[in-house]
């Protein structure tokens, strides 16, 4: 969900306002030790590594995607390629910025300037409530996989490397 809003609010208020406005009760929470890592934010949170949402910024040909990610998984590249039918590379800090107006590490679900298609882990979708980042390394917010996928209007696909 793309979200025209004031550059001046904070990081996490600018994730609280898209939530708000996409219908999701904003319950953003701030730790303190770092969420940065699915294992930090696990340990941090008391959850499984399986329950955090990586927020993965990928190039699709010469356009972002944004993959959301079971903690638990590695995304297999040749897959979101597959999906998107495009040459996948990472995104460096730069391109992540841009495209969402994040930092890594912090990088939410939805909030960006401009809609970037999002696909969804399906491994996600067992669970009753995942953990995703609000803004910053050290803020998250808990939704239903139902409404992260709702919210994000991201297609629920197989994307994590199988070993």
Do not use: C, W
């Given at each position: 969900?793309?979200?025209s809003?004031?550059q001046?609010l904070s990081a996490?208020e600018?994730?609280?306002?898209?939530l708000?406005?996409?219908?999701v009760?904003a319950?953003?929470?701030?730790?303190?030790?770092?969420t940065?890592?699915?294992?930090?934010?696990?340990?941090a949170?008391?959850t499984s590594?399986?329950?955090?949402?990586?927020?993965l910024?990928?190039i699709?040909?010469?356009?972002?995607?944004?993959?959301?990610?079971s903690g638990r998984?590695?995304?297999?590249?040749?897959?979101?390629g597959?999906v998107?039918?495009?040459?996948?590379t990472?995104?460096?800090?730069?391109?992540?910025?841009?495209a969402?107006s994040?930092?890594?590490g912090?990088?939410?679900?939805a909030g960006f300037p401009t809609?970037?298609?999002t696909?969804?882990?399906r491994?996600l979708m067992?669970y009753d409530?995942?953990w995703a980042?609000a803004?910053?390394p050290?803020?998250?917010?808990?939704?239903?996989?139902?409404d992260?996928?709702?919210?994000?209007a991201g297609?629920?696909?197989d994307l994590?490397l199988l070993?």
């Open positions: 969900m793309a979200f809003m004031d001046q996490p600018r994730v609280r306002a898209a708000t406005a996409g219908g009760e319950r953003i929470q701030e730790f303190a030790v770092s940065r890592t699915a294992q930090e934010a696990a340990d949170i008391g590594v399986g329950q955090i949402v990586k927020s910024v990928f699709a040909g010469d356009a972002p995607v944004l993959a959301l990610v998984n590695q995304l297999d590249p040749a897959r979101l597959s998107t039918g495009s040459a996948i990472r995104a460096d800090a730069n391109a992540v910025r841009q969402t994040f930092a890594i912090g990088v939410p679900p809609p970037i298609p696909y969804l882990d491994d067992q409530l995942v980042a803004g910053t050290r803020h998250v917010f808990p939704i239903t996989p139902a992260l996928q709702r919210l994000t297609a629920v696909v994590k070993r």
